[in-house]
């Protein structure tokens, strides 16, 4: 492996792996459910999470792919030979490409809205108006499928520029420019009248409304965000250079990370009720309800425009880093070249994008366990591959790896001190695999 790519620098390797981690979820769902269970009070559990969950898993992946510079599979069979348990990357890998396919759809939709904005017809409708636009579009089998191709070959384009010109280069740019417009958004957010309705309702401390429901909520939400459980960051690891600190890389990774998230309310909420709308997440929130601020607020159209682009940037950052898990593994596992395995991953992710996009019209008839077939994957992802992912990887070097490869790898070979492995390794062992339970038993309703 003399000759396998690593990044460049150890702020490409940070920008490429916040990239992987800053997504849709951090910008359109996490203001919210902070929001509507006691705002601070979540926010702390929330931070509590990342550091007993997230940041524990997150080094657990570290470890892996840095101590061996392979793929997760090929990780697994150097540092356990004598085991079996190295099948666990194919369905990792399966639950990043099927993350992959269903996830280009949705950046579809930003890129139609990105069209839109820049076209000027986000304006001049009524709240029903901009929910019908947002249901004819998505029943539109032939516009659906077209954006989420496009976006496709968008991210597949800079795939084939390799792990330092393509995934280093993309993130090292859109990284910093996504941060520059959530600022911007944030400032302009904070001016607008009764903004600070918006900031009261994120960040009043009411521990009150914070439910069970709402705790288990912090714990996946700390865990997805970081995109945790689907080989991701032990293929992103795999890159880092032998000198990278990994406990400090983790630590500022998850900060930028959680930034992100508390920005993207800052930026909304105080908009959203300046001008008296109702706070909502998910897809509603971003075609639905803050296109209708745009068109009433100073320098909408521009606004708008600059939104859209700012979701580009962090959907585009979130489906470079789950194409480099399938194209690294592929190339590495079946000796292939780059090449071949990016036109491998984009042709299977074709498939399950497109029938994703499908299952909104043409497919719409078709249900797995009553779900329409986006949605079931969407599910399966979240609440199956990566939750197996990070619940082995968490054991696995909890219980199982040699505590040397832990320690070097912490330690850089001695290189750097630390004083925190033993309680790394406890909440690998013991809080981290309690979580994940919990996690999946509360949202496929047991509890």
């Known amino acids: 492996m003399t000759n396998r790519a690593s990044f460049s620098s150890r702020i490409g390797a940070i920008a490429a792996t916040v ?17 509507e269970n006691g705002g601070g009070a979540f926010i702390i559990v929330y931070i509590g999470c990342v550091l007993l969950l997230g940041i524990p898993v997150m080094l657990s992946e570290f470890i892996i792919g840095r101590s061996t510079h392979l793929n997760m599979r090929g990780a697994l069979k150097q540092l356990s030979p004598n085991s079996k348990v190295h099948n666990v990357a194919f369905i990792c890998v399966l639950g990043a490409i099927i993350t992959l396919g269903f996830y280009s759809v949705v950046c579809g939709w930003v890129l139609e809205y990105l069209y839109q904005a820049v076209a000027g017809n986000l304006s001049g409708h009524t709240t029903a108006e901009y929910s019908a636009i947002f249901t004819d579009f998505v029943s539109s089998p032939y516009r659906n499928v077209l954006l989420t191709v496009v976006f496709l070959g968008i991210n597949f384009f800079v795939m084939l520029g390799g792990v330092r ?10 990284m ?19 903004s600070g309705k918006g900031l009261d309702f994120l960040f009043n401390v009411d521990f009150s409304k914070l439910t069970w429901r709402g705790v288990v909520d912090a714990f996946g939400q ?15 690891s795999s890159f880092f250079k032998d000198k990278a600190p990994l406990v400090r890389d983790a630590c500022t990774i998850a900060t930028l990370d959680t930034l992100v998230a508390l920005l993207a309310g800052i930026m909304i909420f105080p908009a959203v009720f300046s001008f008296g709308m109702q706070p909502e997440s998910g897809p509603k929130l971003v075609f639905e309800v803050l296109p209708n601020i745009f068109q009433q607020m100073p320098g909408g159209y521009l606004w708008a425009i600059l939104f859209f682009i700012l979701l580009i940037f962090a959907a585009l950052t979130s489906t470079i880093s789950l194409s480099e898990i399938p194209i690294t593994f592929i190339s590495e ?11 491998i991953v984009a042709g299977i992710t074709l498939v399950i ?21 986006f949605d079931f994957l969407n599910d399966l992802s979240s609440n199956f591959f990566m939750l197996l992912g990070g619940l082995f990887t968490a054991i696995y070097v909890g219980w199982f790896l040699d505590k040397k490869v832990i320690t070097a790898q912490l330690t850089n070979h001695g290189a750097l001190r630390t004083r925190i492995q033993w309680l790394i390794v406890f909440c690998l062992r013991f809080v981290a695999p309690v979580a994940v339970v919990l996690i999946f038993l509360c949202y496929v309703g047991i509890i």
Do not use: H, Q
């Open 165 to 174: 010109k393509g995934v280093e280069r993309t993130s090292s740019i859109m």
């Open 19 to 35: 990239g992987s981690a800053v997504g849709l979820g951090n910008i359109w769902r996490f203001p919210y459910i902070a929001g």
């Open 176 to 194: 910093p420019m996504l941060f520059v417009l959530l600022v911007m958004f944030c400032i302009n957010s904070m001016l607008l009248p009764n």
């Open 333 to 343: 596992e079946f000796k292939t070249s780059r090449k071949s395995a990016t036109l």
């Open 222 to 236: 700390a865990f997805m965000s970081l995109t945790l459980g689907i080989a991701g960051l032990i293929t992103f």
């Open 353 to 373: 994008a497109v029938v994703s996009a499908l299952s909104f019209n043409v497919l719409s008839g078709v249900s797995i366990i009553d779900k329409n077939i």
